[in-house]
């Protein structure tokens, strides 16, 4: 993850001020838009939902400060349709597009599709010849944080929980590896775990240290103790 997307734990960036509990969905119409158009053109297929979410790792710093959470959606998507041809930057820049049929037209998600499709998810468990290597009570340790084979790629490690020590409280079976899928590599399934670390394990001035926060890991990120 890059520095602004892995804020968790930092000092410095100010304060955190939660939404009330009745706030809308949607503070403005548009935002309901950007995440329709950002599902839409997840529905051709030509990424990822982890390539997605590196995208928007990916904006650039001075951006990702300033933005709100539906402009770095809607910028990222910008990004991916881009780079993947599926329109060109002049079109973009013009809101112009050509006017012959688009050969993606088919794979296009029909609204009488959006709810099927959005009800039934995007189940990530699958099978997997890797070793299941700990049970339920193991202690281990996370990693670097860092994705091991992309240089600044991709991670679901936040770095606050690097080098800490967990336990083992949960076993998930199989999933996709979001270090790998985001990064054309294949799904790359291993075996993830729920992970809990104490408060005064990751923070030096615990506000309660029998907190616990839980994390989903995959196992590479972990280290037997």
Not at 193 to 205: E, G, I, K, S, T
């Amino acid at each position: 993850m890059s520095r602004l997307h892995d804020m968790g734990g930092r000092f410095g960036d100010g304060r955190v001020d939660a939404e009330p509990a009745d706030a809308p969905v949607f503070a403005e119409e548009w935002h309901a838009r950007a995440l329709a158009v950002t599902l839409a053109a997840g529905s051709l297929g030509l990424w990822t939902l982890d390539a997605s979410r590196h995208s928007r790792e990916r904006l650039l710093p001075a951006d990702y400060a300033v933005f709100s959470y539906y402009e770095k959606w809607i910028s990222a998507l910008c990004n991916m349709l881009v780079e993947h041809d599926v329109i060109s930057r002049a079109e973009l820049e013009s809101a112009m597009v050509d006017s012959e049929p688009s050969p993606l037209q088919a794979r296009r998600l029909a609204p009488d599709k959006v709810a099927k499709v959005l009800s039934s998810g995007g189940p990530t468990e699958r099978e997997s010849s890797e070793k299941v290597r700990f049970s339920i009570g193991d202690a281990v340790r996370a990693g670097c944080g860092q994705n091991r084979n992309v240089n600044g790629g991709h991670s679901r490690l936040p770095s606050y929980a690097a080098g800490k020590k967990g336990r083992i409280v949960q076993c998930y079976g199989a999933h996709v590896f979001p270090d790998a899928n985001a990064h054309g590599q294949g799904e790359a399934p291993e075996p993830l775990y729920c992970v809990a670390f104490r408060a005064d394990v990751l923070w030096a001035h615990a506000e309660n240290p029998n907190d616990e926060v839980m994390l989903d890991l995959w196992q590479s990120y972990l280290d037997p103790m």
